[in-house]
Nanobody, 129 residues
Framework: QVQLVESGGGLVQAGGSLRLSCVAS????????MGWFRQAPGKEREFVAA????????HYADSVKGRFTISRDGANDRVYLQMNSLKPEDTAVYYC??????????????????????WGQGTQVTVSS
């Protein structure tokens, strides 16, 4: 059974940092792009960041550029999201997602939820003001 499991969420004060992790099991995603999405209460799920299979390219939502960094450890099938300078508006459930294909992609591909076939159950991030 393929699983993506997120961890690292929690409660942090504004200006603080958290590092989210996502580990895959059941199959390897080392040749696939990975992404992070988030969903705040009452809002639709939105793209946060993505990384190509080789880690050669990374992509970010404008709202997190310069504050969040996505990285991956291909050997261990892990993806990370380092979140710095957190703001109350970053409060959401954060989801890890795995690409549905191992093809090369253009920039517009990564922010689309439909680009991802596997999803984790999410980890809660709460930023207090």
């Amino acid at each position: 059974q393929v699983q993506l499991v997120e961890s690292g969420g929690g409660l942090v004060q504004a200006g603080g940092s958290l590092r989210l992790s996502c580990v895959a099991s059941g199959r390897s995603f080392s040749s696939y792009a990975m992404g992070w999405f988030r969903q705040a209460p009452g809002k639709e799920r939105e793209f946060v960041a993505a990384i190509s299979w080789s880690a050669a390219s990374t992509h970010y939502a404008d709202s997190v550029k310069g504050r969040f960094t996505i990285s991956r450890d291909g050997a261990n099938d892990r993806v990370y999201l380092q979140m710095n300078s957190l703001k109350p508006e970053d409060t959401a459930v954060y989801y890890c997602a795995a690409d549905r294909s191992s093809s090369m992609h253009g920039t517009s591909y990564y922010p689309k939820e439909s680009s991802y076939a596997y999803w984790g159950q999410g980890t809660q991030v709460t930023v207090s003001s």
